[in-house]
């Protein structure tokens, strides 16, 4: 299985709490990120360590649909989160450090692909990293604009 590194950072004019709970609720990725159509809660209770989530990328139909589940939450400073579909496998970490009053966002995934998608392998490690910042822009963009 070939595995990708993507890591990177992002520094958001917003307090670090702010940005934690936008991002520890995966409900609220379709408004920032638009190659997400939509996400929803699967667990009872508030999002916390344990809580699963599902997420459905456009383009993706049934078999694109991602589960996700926090494995650690230790607000406002780290989410370690697993995140599986028919196509792929993501294991990785978001940190969230504050900074004069703003987040500094970093991001560190282990990326595979599954399946028949595997072929595409080498390709995940080209453009994975793109992928992944445009996401964690987007996101800042929505914060800095005042998207709620």
Do not use: C
């Amino acid at each position: 299985h070939v595995m990708a590194h993507i890591s990177g950072e992002v520094t958001i004019d917003a307090l670090v709490e702010e940005v934690f709970d936008l991002v520890a609720d995966e409900r609220t990725e379709p408004r920032y990120n638009p190659r997400i159509a939509s996400a929803e809660k699967l667990s009872d209770g508030p999002v916390g360590e344990g809580t699963r989530f599902t997420a459905q990328p456009k383009g993706m139909g049934a078999r694109g649909q991602m589960s996700i589940e926090i494995s650690q939450y230790d607000r406002p400073r780290r989410l370690h989160n697993i995140v599986r579909s028919s196509y792929m496998h993501v294991d990785g970490t978001l940190t969230f450090t504050p900074v004069d009053g703003r987040t500094l966002l970093r991001w560190d995934w282990n990326m595979r692909l599954v399946g028949p998608m595997r072929v595409l392998s080498p390709g995940l490690a080209l453009l994975g990293p793109r992928w992944e910042r445009r996401n964690w822009v987007g996101l800042k963009r929505f914060v800095e604009s005042g998207g709620r």
